[in-house]
């Protein structure tokens, strides 16, 4: 059972607005900057963004939001090379320890 | 540019042991904190360990600790994870990444992946 929680999957059509949820608590989400990840079928991850800011390379159609100890990836315009896994994660001080949501599988219908 | 790269994994008996090896170049390596993570087949991403850059503040995920050891060489831009007492479920590919800077979410949170070296325990 990971430390974070994100939605199974999530589907929208191209150019359509999806947004990722990770709800953590207030040892992580709550005090620490979340990053996400997208992993395409299996390949290495590659960064999306660490709290406010957007990785290199990464489409400004990519943004996120954090609210409490919930955090978010909008995709707005969705692509179809959007379609991927996309994992959540920051740092948790009671653990002292990195930790992962699940992952959301992200389908462009 | 900012490369890792994996090396060292390999199929290993249960309770053998393996030292996986990322070499860096790119970047100011003993400035950045590093992380293993790994996936095991058809599941997600687990946080292994980090290190901070200048090697003193190890962290290790409770499956691992006591088992695996994280290391560096600032002066070969090399990071290590030898793994003991290995069981089948350590099976999965060991991606090694890069920190960024500020405070301790943001230094260990990656923004620099390896394409992974692949440990199977059987």
């Known amino acids: 059972q990971s430390a974070l929680t994100q939605e199974v999957s999530v589907s929208g059509t191209v150019g359509q607005k999806v947004t990722l949820s990770c709800s953590g608590n207030?040892?992580?989400?709550?005090?620490?900057?979340v990053a996400w990840y997208q992993q395409i079928s299996h390949d290495a991850p590659k960064t999306v963004m660490v709290?406010?800011y957007l990785a290199s390379g990464i489409p400004d159609r990519f943004s996120g939001s954090k609210s409490g100890t919930t955090a978010s990836l909008t995709i707005s315009g969705l692509q179809p090379e959007d379609e991927a896994d996309y994992y959540c994660?920051?740092?948790?001080?009671?653990?002292?320890?990195?930790?992962f949501g699940g992952g959301t599988k992200v389908t462009v219908l | 540019d900012v490369q890792l790269l994996e090396s060292g994994g390999g199929l290993v008996q249960p309770g053998g042991s393996l030292r996986l090896s990322c070499a860096a170049s790119?970047?100011?390596?003993?400035?950045?904190?590093l992380s293993w993570v790994r996936q095991a087949p058809g599941k997600g991403l687990e946080w292994v360990s980090s290190?901070?850059?200048?090697?003193?503040?190890?962290y290790y995920a409770a499956s691992v600790k006591g088992r695996f050891t994280i290391s560096r060489d600032n002066s070969k831009n090399i990071l290590s994870l030898q793994m003991n007492s290995l069981r089948a479920e350590d099976t999965a590919v060991y991606y090694c990444?890069?920190?960024?800077?500020?405070?301790?979410?943001?230094?260990?949170?990656?923004?620099?992946w390896g394409h992974g070296t692949t440990v199977i325990v059987s």
């Open positions: 990444g890069k920190g960024g800077t500020g405070t301790t979410d943001y230094y260990y949170a990656i923004n620099v």
């Open positions: 790119g970047f100011t390596f003993s400035s950045f904190g």
């Open positions: 290190l901070s850059g200048g090697g003193n503040s190890a």
């Open positions: 207030s040892n992580n989400i709550g005090s620490f900057a």
């Open positions: 709290g406010h």
């Open positions: 994660s920051t740092w948790d001080y009671s653990l002292s320890a990195w930790v």
